[in-house]
């Protein structure tokens, strides 16, 4: 368990343990090329922004100190780490098919310092020219230069389980799950789970000696039972997978800036940090798709290159009253294809007669649905069809006879592809409650239903439609099976819908099919808003950006979380944000056959020494939360 | 009374976040012999409580599904059902408004102590429950005392501030029934029924486990008429 979060707190422990340097040297070249996520920030920037005095009076910076600058440095900041700040620090983790990795690469200013706070790492003999390399547990510590990389590298469980399976049959041993001589010790019972859990959690002090029930060795104590196999095959594959890795980055010169030309020039980017994803990697390693990669190895591949290319690149910019995540998304001829033809479609102004200017968060969606379908038929069908596989084929065939059958006109007529969703808070909605009456002369009692109140947030969503006939169909045709379902003229109504307690509101109008809670809209406003619609400077906005648009009224949207649906730590993070105003804007470019972009621009207002201090409140605020 | 644990036990499941009505009524006859009702009403929350068991867990608990809190309230009945001088327990659940009703008739109120003791402490994880200990009904065949214990005090330290606020806003109604007039009573909060044979106090969730002796009241009949 112990280890478990180690793993989850290892990236988080990184970022903010330095999440405030970096930039200039070398740091950067010790990234591996299996990192499939990559941070990285620029120090210099941030800096000047927020001190390490404050840093460190932080929460998160409390729990990170005790972390790593344990009993021996006690009383020492991140100032007296060593850490090169003018080099960049870049975190990184990266899943592949038979291993993980994760860590970060920093600079280094003052080894003596460095190896007071990593006063855990040891020193062992480097096979690599010119490194320095240290272990502690599970993390690696390997210094090259005035760069150095801390990394963990953890094999997958099913490539650990099927070595351990294949070595431990191989040995002529029955299957520990459901022989009847290792049913006890090979099944975890809960409370066994739970037993190595308290364990793993105690104090060195605290564990018991050798009496602790741990599973049992074999009758020949000299021959491993399944555990111990499993653990040493871990091992064994964990130092294959650094040793690899090592190989291609120190021997080899390996990395992920030679190895992905885009993040090399994104990292060239002065921004105060550098996003990049590797989509594609990140699709060809994704767990659930392992039927698909067994059974059909051909069309797995094939579907990979329609994926080859596909990255997002960011870029997180702070500034005194703002923060800014501008990020890109590229791809592949295939994929783009697609994407271009999905985001050739006109922008259906009536969406915007339904959104509020009061409403706290809304976005809209605008793609064409007939021209993805067409453009995805034409691309993903030829690469379908080249499977040899019967299963495979009979599926060609349905999509085919699909493709001739169903009426594409009326389908895409009935969702065309624009679409928007609007928060317009919590309000109070009408519902019934039991009262017990009194009778004065006997005190006995009776029941009477009575109206009442609700808070409940209200949402909306609603989408454009060519063929509201169709909706209406099945309106009518539920009305028909349940009283619960009533056409009200301008709208419908579905009693006891939301939480067996409010009503939902349908509205089949002006082109639009809209899902609403909110009594108002549906009985007074279902033509739109009129004069109380978005005003016209945001309608312009919405219209301007590519595919989504989106905005979040921080204020409001915090004021009107309702506290009762949170739990105490979620409600310490809400409390946190609260007087912290500011508008959340999200804009998209036009598509084109290559990329598409996004701009999430945080603007705040409040008390705030700069806009990095405000992360931090943000980050601490995550903290919380986490802990 | 010690229904209230129940209560609470109940109550934890949703984080106290209802906004609840409780009704507790004791008719009493002469022979000492009488009814236990008591009704939960969370019909005004029914929103909340929908939208908390469409949640798996809630601030680290597990939420019960219904059938889970069927089979629970069965329990409770069945426990209750077996225990000395108790009879005709029936408990109607409301899953819809949810209201919940248990009655159930006793032989004498220690009988009906002892038994909601016991059955609290087999359904409760904790055991030899202190605040179990302390007998709140007590009849003489004249005089009728009742308060209320002091493990709500204890449990309500626990309590979040918005919690708080909605159980304030909840109603706590008391009611004791008898088979001859009402002569007096002490607590001043209580009034008696316009026939004289029944006195009821009503006051908030919250008051009441902030003052155990809001509820504490001696109630003397009259002689009985030969």
């Known amino acids: 368990m112990i280890l478990r979060l180690q793993m989850k707190l290892f990236p988080v422990i990184a970022f903010v343990l330095f999440g405030g340097f970096v930039l200039a040297q070398k740091s950067e070249e010790l990234i591996p090329k299996d990192a499939v996520t990559?941070?990285?920030?620029?120090?210099?920037?941030?800096?000047?922004?927020?001190?390490?005095?404050?840093l460190v009076k932080y929460e998160f910076m409390e729990e990170v100190q005790q972390e790593l600058f344990d009993g021996s440095t006690s009383g020492k900041t991140i100032k007296e780490s060593g850490i090169d700040f003018d080099q960049k620090l870049n975190v990184f983790y990266g899943r592949?098919?038979?291993?993980?990795?994760?860590?970060?690469?920093?600079?280094?200013?003052?080894?003596?310092?460095?190896?007071?706070?990593?006063?855990?790492?040891?020193?062992?003999?480097?096979?690599?020219?010119?490194?320095?390399?240290?272990?502690?547990?599970?993390?690696?510590?390997?210094?090259?230069?005035?760069?150095?990389?801390?990394?963990?590298?953890?094999?997958?469980?099913?490539?650990?389980?099927?070595?351990?399976?294949?070595?431990?049959?191989?040995?002529?041993?029955?299957?520990?799950?459901?022989?009847?001589?290792?049913?006890?010790?090979?099944?975890?019972s809960d409370?066994?789970?739970?037993?190595?859990?308290?364990?793993?959690?105690?104090?060195?002090?605290?564990?018991?000696?050798?009496?602790?029930?741990?599973?049992?060795?074999?009758?020949?104590?000299?021959?491993?039972?399944?555990?111990?196999?499993?653990?040493?095959?871990?091992?064994?594959?964990?130092?294959?997978?650094?040793?690899?890795?090592?190989?291609?980055?120190?021997?080899?010169?390996?990395?992920?800036?030679?190895?992905d030309a885009r993040f090399a020039e994104q990292l060239t980017h002065t921004s105060e940090g550098v996003f990049y994803l590797d989509n594609s990697r990140n699709v060809q390693e994704a767990r659930g798709l392992w039927y698909f990669q067994t059974m059909f190895p051909t069309l797995y591949k094939d579907m990979q290159e329609v994926y080859t290319g596909n990255v997002l690149l960011g870029d997180l910019l702070l500034n005194e009253t703002s923060v800014e995540f501008k990020m890109e998304a590229r791809y592949g001829e295939a994929l783009g294809s697609i994407y271009q033809k999905m985001n050739d479609s006109k922008f259906d102004?009536?969406?915007?007669?339904?959104?509020?200017?009061?409403?706290?968060?809304?976005?809209?969606?605008?793609?064409?649905?007939?021209?993805?379908?067409?453009?995805?038929?034409?691309?993903?069908?030829?690469?379908?069809?080249?499977?040899?596989?019967?299963?495979?084929?009979?599926?060609?065939?349905?999509?085919?006879?699909?493709?001739?059958?169903?009426?594409?006109?009326?389908?895409?007529?009935?969702?065309?592809?624009?679409?928007?969703?609007?928060?317009?808070?919590?309000?109070?909605?009408?519902?019934?409650?039991?009262?017990?009456?009194?009778?004065?002369?006997?005190?006995?009692?009776?029941?009477?239903?009575?109206?009442?109140?609700?808070?409940?947030p209200i949402f909306t969503l609603g989408f454009s439609t060519e063929r509201s006939d169709i909706p209406e169909k099945v309106l009518k045709h539920l009305a028909r099976l349940t009283s619960r379902f009533q056409n009200m003229g301008d709208y419908w109504v579905y009693e006891d819908a939301i939480l067996e307690a409010a009503p939902l509101y349908m509205i089949s109008k002006n082109g639009m099919f809209i899902f609403t809670n909110d009594e108002d809209l549906a009985k007074n406003h279902s033509n739109g808003y009129g004069g109380d619609a978005l005003s016209a400077k945001e309608a312009k906005k919405a219209k301007k950006s590519g595919f989504m648009y989106g905005q979040i009224d921080w204020a409001k949207a915090i004021e009107g979380f309702p506290r009762d649906f949170f739990t105490d730590q979620e409600n310490e993070l809400i409390d946190a944000m609260r007087g912290k105003t500011g508008k959340m804007e999200l804009t998209t470019s036009k598509t084109s056959k290559d990329k598409t972009s996004f701009d999430l621009v945080y603007n705040f207002g409040g008390n705030y020494d700069n806009s990095g201090k405000y992360l931090l409140d943000l980050l601490n605020s995550i903290y919380v939360i986490s802990k | 009374m010690k229904l209230f644990y129940t209560l609470v036990l109940f109550l934890s499941f949703f984080g106290l976040t209802s906004c609840i009505e409780i009704i507790d009524d004791i008719s009493l006859k002469n022979d000492g012999s009488g009814t236990l009702k008591y009704t939960i009403n969370l019909s005004s929350s029914k929103v909340k409580i929908n939208s908390i068991l469409a949640l798996d867990s809630l601030d680290g608990k597990k939420v019960p599904s219904i059938p889970e809190m069927e089979e629970r309230i069965a329990s409770f009945k069945k426990k209750l059902s077996a225990k000395t001088g108790i009879s005709n327990v029936t408990i109607?659940?409301?899953?819809?408004?949810?209201?919940?009703?248990?009655?159930?008739?006793?032989?004498?109120?220690?009988?009906?102590?002892?038994?909601?003791?016991?059955?609290?402490?087999?359904?409760?994880?904790?055991?030899?429950?202190?605040?179990?200990?302390?007998?709140?009904?007590?009849?003489?065949?004249?005089?009728?005392?009742?308060?209320?214990?002091?493990?709500?005090?204890?449990?309500?330290?626990?309590?979040?501030?918005?919690?708080?606020?909605?159980?304030?806003?909840?109603?706590?109604?008391?009611?004791?029934?008898?088979?001859?007039?009402?002569?007096?009573?002490?607590?001043?909060?209580?009034?008696?029924?316009?026939?004289?044979?029944?006195?009821?106090?009503?006051?908030?969730?919250?008051?009441?486990?902030?003052?155990?002796?809001?509820?504490?009241?001696?109630?003397?009949?009259?002689p009985i008429k030969n």
């Open chain 1, 38 to 54: 990559v941070f990285s920030i620029n120090n210099i920037t941030l800096l000047q922004k927020v001190s390490l005095d404050d």
């Open chain 1, 96 to 188: 592949g098919e038979t291993h993980e990795v994760q860590g970060f690469t920093f600079g280094i200013k003052d080894k003596k310092l460095l190896f007071e706070v990593f006063d855990d790492f040891e020193q062992v003999k480097s096979p690599y020219p010119g490194t320095e390399f240290y272990t502690s547990y599970f993390n690696n510590l390997i210094i090259s230069g005035n760069s150095a990389l801390l990394i963990r590298v953890e094999p997958n469980m099913n490539t650990v389980d099927e070595m351990t399976d294949s070595i431990w049959y191989a040995r002529g041993n029955e299957n520990p799950w459901y022989s009847e001589d290792s049913m006890d010790e090979g099944i975890e």
């Open chain 1, 191 to 259: 409370e066994e789970v739970l037993e190595e859990e308290i364990y793993e959690e105690m104090d060195d002090e605290s564990k018991p000696g050798s009496g602790y029930d741990f599973p049992s060795a074999s009758e020949n104590p000299n021959e491993k039972n399944y555990y111990e196999l499993r653990d040493s095959v871990q091992i064994v594959l964990q130092n294959q997978f650094l040793t690899g890795l090592c190989e291609e980055l120190l021997i080899k010169k390996m990395n992920l800036v030679k190895f």
């Open chain 1, 349 to 456: 102004k009536n969406i915007l007669k339904y959104i509020n200017e009061n409403n706290t968060a809304y976005f809209t969606y605008n793609v064409n649905m007939r021209e993805a379908y067409e453009q995805a038929y034409k691309v993903i069908m030829p690469i379908l069809t080249d499977e040899r596989n019967p299963q495979m084929s009979a599926n060609v065939l349905t999509i085919e006879l699909l493709n001739e059958f169903v009426n594409k006109d009326a389908l895409f007529g009935t969702y065309k592809g624009s679409m928007f969703g609007s928060f317009n808070g919590v309000k109070k909605i009408k519902t019934t409650k039991i009262e017990f009456i009194y009778d004065e002369n006997t005190f006995e009692y009776y029941e009477k239903e009575v109206d009442a109140e609700e808070d409940m």
């Open chain 2, 92 to 222: 109607e659940s409301n899953f819809t408004d949810y209201i919940f009703k248990l009655q159930c008739d006793f032989t004498n109120v220690l009988a009906l102590q002892n038994a909601l003791k016991d059955v609290i402490e087999e359904e409760s994880k904790e055991k030899n429950i202190p605040e179990l200990d302390h007998n709140w009904l007590s009849w003489d065949g004249s005089k009728m005392t009742r308060s209320i214990p002091e493990i709500t005090v204890k449990k309500t330290k626990d309590l979040k501030t918005e919690d708080i606020e909605l159980m304030k806003q909840g109603n706590y109604t008391s009611i004791t029934r008898f088979e001859r007039p009402v002569e007096k009573f002490d607590n001043t909060a209580a009034v008696l029924s316009k026939n004289k044979m029944a006195v009821m106090i009503k006051t908030n969730p919250y008051a009441l486990t902030q003052n155990s002796n809001i509820l504490e009241n001696i109630i003397y009949l009259s």
